[in-house]
Structures are given as C-alpha cells and as structure tokens.
C-alpha cells in the first residue's frame, strides 16, 4: 500500500497511515433472530431483507480514555508455569456469548501490553505470553470471536491474578532498523479445548487499563470448509510500536523506515486496530451463515500449502498486502484445484515479502525493502526475489492474474456503483444497474486492467467512477472462474469489511458510510459465502459474463 513513491496516486513515502477514531456507542441491538430469519427465505421488500442481513452486526460497546500509572519492579525472569485459569473451556462445547468483550479505558501508551510468542497455535498448544505493566498484577481473558446467537464473542478462557512489572528491555537490529521488545515471558496459556478461530486475549491492568493481544487458533485442517486467511504479516507491516514501521521510522521519514519488523513486540495503540477494523466482522458474518469454517493465516499457508486443502474457499479478509512468493503460489495451486477465492479488500496481495528465519526460538520477522530492494543482500543470491511490490521488477508478477484486479490508487472517497445486478452476488438485494452506495469505494482501491494479466472471462459486476489525485478511473468489483471451476471474486475497495459495520459506530471510521449500505454489503458477502461453500462455483453458478471490451474499450 502507501510509501512506494511509484505512483502519483498513492500515499506519500512519508505520510504515515490514517489512525483510527475513539471508539464510539453505536445504536441498540435489535433481538436477534435465528439466520433463517435473517439471511434466507423470501421477504416483502428489498430495505426489509437487507436490513435483516445487517442486523447482527451491531454489538454494544464501552469505551472511554484512562490516565495515570504507576512503577514497580520489572517481571522476574525465571520461566513462568502454565497458569491453567480460573476455568477454561473443555470438551467441544459450545461457549456461551457474552457482550463484555470490548476495552475498557487503555490508558497512557504503557499502561499494559503484551505480545503471544506465536502468530498462530493449533488447539492444545501453549502460548507464552510477554506482559509489561507498571501495574502491580494483571489478568488475561481469552475472546472467540464468533456468533453467539447475537453475541459477537465468548469468554473461553481467563486466568488468575498474574505479577506485573514494567520491561524496559527493546533492541534494534542496525542493518535493518528492526524493533523487537525482547521481554520475558509473563505467562504460559493452554489452549486445550479452545476451538479454532480468532482469538482476542484482553490484558487488564489493576489500574483497570487494558489492552489487546490477537491470536489465531488454526484449524488442523480445511476440507470441506471456508478458510479465513488472518494477515498477520500487514498488521506488522503497520505496526509502529517502539517508533518504525515498514512506512517510517522514528523520525516519521520513508528514508529511516524499518526494512525488516519483528512480531516479537506488541501492537501499537489498542493491540488489534487492523484485525478489528478489517477482519473481525467477516469473521462474524461468515460465523452466522452457518457454513463449515476453518481458520488460519497467511504466515501458515506460507509454510504448508496442506492448510488449504480441500477447502471450498479461501478468504482474503479486507487488509491483506503482504504476501510471501510462497503464499501465493499455495493459494493459487488450491485455486486452480477448484478452491474458490474471495477477496473482501482492496490492495491485496500488493507487497512481496520474505520470512526471515527464526533464530533461537524467536518468530520470523517479514522482510521488505520496497523502493530500497538493491539494498538487501539476499538479492544477490536470489535475483528473482526483490521485496518490492510484486507488479515490480525483478521478477515482477502483478497480483492481478491471482485477484482478477490491479491495486491503483490512495486516497479516495466515492461511491460503490452496481453495474450488472443480475449477477447471483447480488440476489435479494433488490438493487438496480446505476444504483450507488456513498463512500464504499475507499480508502484504496482497484480496477481491472486490460493491459495487466487479467484472467478470462471476467465480469466486472459493479464499475464505480471515482476521481484520485486529479485523474479520473474506476474501481471494480470483478468476478471470474478458473478452469478448475473455482470462482474468484474481488470486491476493489478497502472498505468493504468496514461496510459490514457501516451506521454502528464500531471498530473504525464509518467514512460517512450508512446502515443501507451496511445492508446491501451485508447480504451480498453473506451470498458470496454461502454460494462459494457449495463448491466450485463454476458447477453451481452462472459462468462470467465477460463485458471488459464495452467498460475498456481499446
């Protein structure tokens, strides 16, 4: 995304990432009903139907900004024993919902935060993980995110009073200006019985301050299932803890940006601002239609092209730039075996990367060079694998012959406009060619592009005229099938995820963004689950109507 400087279009190297708003109270829940009364079945009206879709995503939420703290004595170093918690999930039985999820007060920047020792663990694994807090004692409570017949999580887990203490300790590698905390572990959590799925351990401090950790439960395995792809690697790209981050450093300029980040440190501000913002109410949704899931992330699916196999789809959730050679090649390969591909972001799939190996028990860290990848000594040995974008040379390979799409441009504000209504995405909605949704396409977008490697035949299902740095294009939303059968469908906007929660005031900016079209985003993912979980779309949707000629014409 932004700081490539390639492009008159995108960010600035030097402009860092927009923040995030103060959390605020959304409206009341309405009752929930079972999903066959509100995402099946027929219904009187379009309003009635979309509204009905959207209903579960709104959740009551508290929020508010604490102050004060205090010091104590820095954690000891001996290695901490498992704490087993005041209780814990058993068996596979369903947790019971609960709306005393969200954060409380954060506090100053230190007040409490922490960092798992591991991006992913299968059920049964244990987690370490590394607290720092001038508070005397802390506490964890471990959040599965999920449906819960109108709860959007359950409490799995909590431990006992822990010992707190601030870890002043945090190095720098020079070469690469890497951060990484270094502290010890606080805590070791055991994850026998958890479920998969995504995880929120909330940190609370005896100050009452509190924060986030993220932590994925992957599936052992995805067939027969939809596979939610967590992005671990873009919340790191972003992640400016300690003062540098793949877009700036502590300076605030591109030129003393970090070209290598570590997940051996916490997330900055709330600990899980890019997993809330773009990746939590998919998960919700796709949770209430009720169709088998699996769950893992782009660091895994790195590692093991297994993760993704026989899965019916996998899912690219709405921020999800950073990829490795090797992650594609695997989602790819499962695509062309008739693995169905959504991607519900825009920006996808834009950066290369590399892992670099893990030494002395740490996690590897994401490597990226962008514009400076001559720089990086592991090009000499390994000319084809420049950490730069991936449409750059050398070995460029644009993200379009995987997304159907082409990332173009930063920022932009406009609306989502429909062009081919009929297209079985759209079923229930009721919508009309033309009809428009004020501030959907943003904040980046993409477009298909004829001169770029564009699979075929392709459908573009909603072409939205926007205006970026003074020029005038489009974003796409494009569907196409591969010939396995698999259908790949790409929303080309950033905010499709944050539309999920448009009017709720939860989890980020509404960008002006309204309950209507949190209904009409809302039901149109929640057809592109369910349609993909019945298998390769090709062999149970109508084939891709191919009109790029009347929308490009040469």
């Known amino acids: 995304m932004h700081g490539s400087g390639q492009q008159a279009s995108r960010r600035r190297p030097d402009e860092p990432d927009e923040p995030a708003p103060p959390a605020l109270s959304p409206p009341p829940a309405p009752a929930p009903g079972p999903r066959g009364d509100a ?47 005041a209780f814990r999930l058993t068996g596979h039985a369903a947790p019971k919902g609960t709306k005393d999820w969200r954060l409380g007060p954060t506090g100053p920047p230190h007040a409490i935060e922490g960092y798992a020792d591991r991006v992913s663990v299968l059920p049964g694994e244990t987690v370490g993980l590394h607290v720092s807090t001038p508070s005397r004692t802390f506490r964890v409570s471990a959040f599965r995110v999920g449906w819960y017949g109108g709860a959007q999580a359950a409490l799995v887990w909590a431990s006992h009073t822990a010992r707190g203490g601030r870890q002043d300790r945090r190095s720098t590698t020079l070469d690469t200006r890497m951060i990484s905390a270094g502290w ?34 992957r599936s052992t395995a995805a067939h027969g299932r939809t596979l939610l792809m967590h992005a671990p690697a873009t919340w790191q790209a972003y992640n400016d803890w300690g003062g540098s981050c793949l877009y700036y450093g502590s300076d605030g300029s591109y030129s003393r940006r970090s070209y290598e980040v ?46 993704l196999a026989g ?54 860290a994401v490597v990226c060079f962008k514009t400076d990848y001559y720089d990086d000594p592991y090009l000499a040995d390994h000319p084809k694998m420049a950490t730069t974008d991936f449409r750059a040379g050398p070995g460029a390979d644009p993200e379009s012959s995987l997304t159907g799409v082409l990332y173009e441009g930063f920022p932009v504000d406009a609306p989502f406009v429909v062009q081919n209504p009929d297209h079985w ?35 573009v299902v ?6 970026c740095h003074g020029r005038h294009s489009h974003s796409d939303s494009a569907y196409y099938t591969a010939p396995g059968g698999a259908g790949v469908y790409a929303t080309g906007t950033m905010r499709w995820v944050e539309g999920l929660m448009a009017g709720t ?45 009347r929308l490009y014409p040469s």
Request: hydrophobic share 35%; charged share 20%; aromatic share 6%.
């Open 262 to 307: 570590s997940f051996e440190r916490p997330y900055a501000k709330n600990g899980a601002e890019k997993f809330l913002v773009y990746e939590r109410a998919a998960v919700v949704l796709a949770e209430r239609s009720g169709i088998p899931l699996a769950y893992t992330t782009g660091v895994d699916v790195h590692r093991d092209p297994s993760v």
């Open 39 to 85: 995402l099946t079945g027929p219904a009187p009206g379009r309003r009635q139907v979309l509204r009905a879709a959207a209903s579960g995503l709104v959740a009551v939420t508290a929020a508010g900004c604490g102050a004060g703290t205090h010091h104590t004595h820095p954690t000891p170093s001996a290695r901490p024993t498992p704490d087993p918690g």
């Open 505 to 549: 005031g939860l989890d980020g900016r509404d960008h002006g963004m309204d309950a209507r079209t949190r209904e009409f985003v809302t039901k149109v993912t929640d057809n592109l689950l369910t349609g993909f979980a019945q298998g390769p779309a090709l062999h149970r949707h109508p084939a891709p109507r191919p009109n790029l000629s």
């Open 311 to 364: 899965a019916t789809t996998a899912v690219s959730l709405g921020h999800d730039e950073y990829w490795t050679p090797e992650q594609r090649r695997h989602v790819t390969a499962a695509r062309d075996k008739g693995t169905n591909l959504l991607f519900l972001g825009a920006n996808t799939c834009f950066r290369r990367v590399r892992l670099a190996p893990a030494t002395g028990g740490a996690q590897p």
């Open 425 to 459: 995405a759209f079923r229930g909605t009721g919508v009309r060619r033309g009809e428009s949704f004020a501030h959907l396409v943003g904040v980046e977008y993409d477009r298909v592009t004829p001169s770029a490697p564009t699979p075929a035949p392709i459908e």
């Open 184 to 217: 010890d572990r606080a805590m070791e959590i055991p994850t026998t019985g958890w479920p998969a799925g995504a995880y929120l351990l909330r940190l609370e401090a005896d100050s009452g301050h509190q924060r986030y950790v993220p932590l994925v439960v």
């Open 462 to 467: 909603a072409h939205s005229p926007l205006v």
